[in-house]
């Protein structure tokens, strides 16, 4: 009776070995997937007020690169530079992958860094 038992013991232990790992394949998979994206709704708060929320009119110039090689502050996901002479604005925005890392979509940083091209400060 008592190896029946034992071995009782034994395949209860495997099953909750096997639904763990299972859990983190599960956790990790989702990580992986989703990365850290961010809700819609809290990336909307980025969004610039509806009065500099609009397509930029000058010469618009849309740079793309990896974070390090940005043409402004390194740690930021994107930056605006406007020409205090000529309506030109130029955006850099960080990659794909770095966007995705951090949670945030192309369209709310695009816009964000527009609001900026028009004006906004913050």
Not at 79 to 101: E, F, G, N, T, Y
């Amino acid at each position: 009776m008592t190896n029946q038992k034992f071995t009782w013991l034994s395949s209860l232990s495997q099953w909750l070995v096997i639904l763990f790992l299972a859990w983190c394949a599960t956790i990790t998979l989702y990580t992986v997937v989703f990365g850290n994206a961010r809700s819609r709704a809290e990336q909307e708060k980025l969004l610039p007020p509806a009065e500099y929320d609009y397509h930029y009119e000058g010469i618009l110039f849309v740079h793309r690169a990896p974070m390090d090689k940005m043409d402004c502050n390194p740690k930021r996901l994107a930056c605006a530079k406007v020409w205090q002479d000529k309506p030109i604005c130029s955006i850099w925005i960080a990659s794909d992958d770095d966007l995705k890392r951090y949670g945030y979509d192309y369209d709310i940083v695009l816009r964000h860094e527009l609001g900026h091209c028009n004006g906004w400060r913050h």
